[in-house]
T-cell receptor
Framework: QKEVEQDPGPLSVPEGAIVSLNCTYS??????FMWYRQYSRKGPELLMY????GNKEDGRFTAQVDKSSKYISLFIRDSQPSDSATYLC??????????FGPGTRLSVLP | NAGVTQTPKFQVLKTGQSMTLQCAQD?????MYWYRQDPGMGLRLIYY???????DKGEVPNGYNVSRLNKREFSLRLESAAPSQTSVYFC??????????????FGPGTRLTVT
């Protein structure tokens, strides 16, 4: 079993839709959860960062962590064509490097 | 403030050739990383430098060497390139020293093809 699994997509949605992106992980000791966005032919950039459990909201983006299920989610409300990118989850613990998921490719169609 | 810069952007090598990928950051960060990204595999850590003067192996170090030249620069060398090293290489940096769990800032990547 891979440490971090993520549906690679691609996922296509119409503009304005609510998008749900998910990752599962195997190591219950993980405490730090990040979502990176990567536009085509660019480096990843941090979108959301959550420590331990709970929800975090930033504008149209909400990150959720369910440690009991070892499952994290990123929700995008009112999705825009500019949200079209690959979304990578990164999960880790202090003193250890992050483990990255393979990424989900999202296309938001006008 | 350029962030993390990488050179070259593209490179084609023949099997057995060597090359060095250059990375520099201007954010005064302590830690620097080299990753490779392959389809369906996510980002995999090759080497990292938790502080100036130290380097350590990551998940996939075979076939690579690194040098932390100073606090700003971290280079990745392929001594004898193999087709399996065809990938996109990303350099990243983070503020805190060590494998700390803070945000990593990524460069634009180097697309390497080994024929």
């Amino acid at each position: 079993q891979k440490e971090v699994e993520q549906d690679p997509g691609p996922l296509s949605v119409p503009e304005g839709a609510i998008v749900s992106l998910n990752c599962t992980y195997s190591n219950s000791a993980f405490q730090y959860f990040m979502w990176y966005r990567q536009y085509s032919r660019k480096g990843p950039e941090l979108l959301m960062y959550t420590y331990s459990s709970g929800n975090k909201e930033d504008g149209r983006f909400t990150a959720q962590v369910d440690k009991s299920s070892k499952y994290i989610s990123l929700f995008i409300r009112d999705s825009q064509p500019s949200d079209s990118a690959t979304y990578l989850c990164a999960i880790g613990n202090y003193g250890q490097n992050f483990v990255f998921g393979p990424g989900t490719r999202l296309s938001v169609l006008p | 403030n350029a962030g993390v810069t990488q050179t070259p952007k593209f490179q084609v090598l023949k099997t057995g050739q060597s090359m060095t990928l250059q990375c520099a950051q201007d954010m005064n960060h302590n830690s620097m990383y080299w990753y490779r990204q392959d389809p369906g595999m996510g980002l995999r850590l090759i080497y990292y430098s938790a502080s100036e003067g130290t380097t350590d192996k990551g998940e996939v170090p075979n076939g690579y060497n690194v040098s932390r030249l100073n606090k700003r620069e971290f280079s990745l060398r392929l001594e004898s390139a193999a087709p399996s090293q065809t990938s996109v290489y990303f350099c990243a940096s983070s503020e805190l020293r060590g494998l700390a769990s803070d945000e990593q800032y990524f460069g634009p990547g180097t697309r390497l093809t080994v024929t």
